[in-house]
């Protein structure tokens, strides 16, 4: 049985004391309300479905992100890091200033509605108007809350029912990006990187079409990472933690002979792509992002995205003939549905492979 005593403030305080089971105490306004947390209290004890709450009702979720981003954060790779500080600026904002315990599915499930309506900085070219945020960004932020949740269930051993990110509907993630070169594009696209002032954008891009490497894999390359004369590039940071070895095609090999040969590396500098000394007088990887900006929209293809030119280089692996295993070896796809999303084949290539091996209906039949 609970102890319920009167306190010297005029409030009522609640002890269970039962065998097996922590020392529980609890203070309520009313004795009313004492006594009806001590019957479900120990009605859970009883059925081995109780859970101490209290360190979930005093944690906020401002403080609970802050402890997530100072000790869970840091363990991440670099470019994820700096994705989940931005994530959690929103999340911050709409659920800061409550308890972790008062985070239920209907709370989470309104601040998915809220920021699927929410406008982004992205304008509608047709209507002038500002896009709505991608249901790809709000996945992405709810998956930061969960795993915030998660961390604060199975780590630091906060007393919550369930984690109520569980439990909603998730936007759809779509069909993902399926940008290819089209028409004139990529020679006036390679035309443009190469009459620009820095060589190393051009070789960049080259690169990017002739392996398939993400942007972050050929800008953080190492000079012993890149072997020339075995035509090998050796990847061991990847965006899936995986090492993999990238083949290099006759094309790629002379622009990493041209790109090693740079006279304008430093002697000290083992990047093959590097930037100006910060503040600190260290070198870091070349950042090409407002010089690819800059040059795509003064070309007319803003919409062309770095990332598309891995897309393409994958897909035209793919129309070469080279096998799902083939390609996913040198793309450093883990699954083949991943694969399948860079490696949409063209209409009318399919149209000539077909011609070349004459598939006609049999005499007398239709098509359906």
């Known amino acids: 049985m ?6 010297p403030s005029g409030t009522w305080k609640a002890v269970i004391r039962k065998n097996g089971w922590p020392t529980t105490a609890k203070t309520f ?37 802050d402890r997530y981003l100072t000790e869970v954060t840091p363990t991440k790779k670099p470019a994820t890091q700096r994705a989940e500080k931005l994530k959690a600026k929103p ?9 972790l315990a ?40 709810l998956a ?13 051993r906060i007393g919550l029912v369930q984690n109520p990110v569980h439990n909603i509907r998730k936007p759809s993630a779509g069909e993902g990006r399926d940008r290819r070169l089209s028409g004139d594009e990529e020679t006036r696209v390679l035309a443009a990187v190469d009459a620009y002032s820095n060589p190393m954008l051009g070789w960049i891009v080259r690169i990017a079409l002739e392996t398939g490497m993400r942007s972050s894999e050929i800008t953080g390359l190492r000079v012993h990472q890149v072997d020339t004369t075995r035509r090998i590039v050796r990847l061991a940071d990847t965006k899936n933690d995986s090492a993999r070895t990238v083949p290099m095609t006759r094309t790629a090999q002379a622009l ?7 006279p304008l590396r430093p002697k000290d500098c083992d990047l093959v792509f590097f930037g100006e000394p910060g ?28 990332h598309d ?21 040198i793309s450093g796809h883990k699954s083949m549905q991943m694969l399948k999303r860079y490696t949409h084949l063209r209409a009318e290539d399919l149209v000539g492979k077909l011609d070349a091996i004459g598939v006609t209906p049999p005499a007398g039949k239709r098509s359906l």
């Open 2 to 7: 609970a102890t319920i005593v009167k306190t």
């Open 29 to 65: 306004r009313t004795k009313r309300d004492a006594e009806d947390w001590s019957r479900r209290t120990e009605d859970e004890m009883v059925r081995g479905v109780y859970i101490q709450r209290g360190a979930s009702e005093r944690l906020t979720f401002d403080a609970a992100l």
């Open 91 to 99: 999340l911050r904002e709409f659920f800061g200033d409550y308890a």
């Open 102 to 141: 008062a985070i239920g599915v209907d709370l989470v499930a309104r601040y998915r509605d809220q920021r699927l309506a929410t406008a982004s900085q992205r304008v509608n070219k047709a209507t002038g108007k500002a896009t709505l945020l991608r249901p790809a960004t709000v996945r992405l932020e």
């Open 144 to 156: 930061l809350l969960g795993h915030v949740f998660t961390t604060a269930i199975k780590e630091w």
């Open 256 to 262: 990493f002979e041209q790109a090693l040969a740079n």
């Open 279 to 306: 503040r600190d007088g260290q070198r870091r990887p070349y950042n090409f992002n407002k010089a690819w900006n800059d040059l795509k929209h003064r070309i007319g293809i803003a919409d062309l995205r770095f």
């Open 309 to 329: 030119l891995r897309h393409e280089a994958v897909s035209r692996l793919v129309e070469a003939g080279l096998s799902d295993q083939e390609v996913a070896a």
